[in-house]
């Protein structure tokens, strides 16, 4: 499996922004794609944003126009780059990382969380 360590968490005004930065390493071989998950108490995890190791990128609809999602092709370091942060964003955001294997399944890594609070 792959180890992801998160950063760039913290407390922000709304309106602020915020950079979190996600690193792979470990067994990184079949890697698909990595991207960014949040949750909050009592809820599911949900997809936040995704990029494909080509570069394809998945935002959902909630934080299109506001995040942007970001690969560095050299190290694999994912980047979710949040901008006019609302109160509503705040969660624990994880990074997320799959490999494809032959069969077709995928395998899935986490990282540790990184708590962003969003003060109205």
């Known amino acids: 499996q792959v180890r992801l360590v998160e950063s760039g968490g913290g407390l922000v005004q709304a309106g602020g922004s915020l950079r979190l930065a996600c690193v792979p390493s470990?067994?990184?071989?079949?890697?698909?794609?990595m991207g960014w998950y949040r949750q909050t108490p009592g809820n599911e995890r949900e997809l936040v944003a995704r990029i494909t190791t080509g570069g394809s990128t998945n935002i959902a609809d909630y934080v299109k126009g506001r995040f942007t999602i970001s690969r560095d092709s050299a190290t694999n370091t994912v980047y979710l780059q949040m901008n006019s942060l609302k109160a509503e964003d705040t969660a624990v955001y994880y990074c997320?990382?799959?490999?494809?294997?032959?069969?077709?399944?995928?395998?899935?890594?986490w990282g540790q969380g990184t708590q962003v609070t969003v003060s109205s």
């Open positions: 470990g067994s990184i071989f079949r890697l698909a794609d």
């Open positions: 997320n990382a799959r490999q494809l294997y032959s069969s077709g399944t995928y395998l899935n890594s």
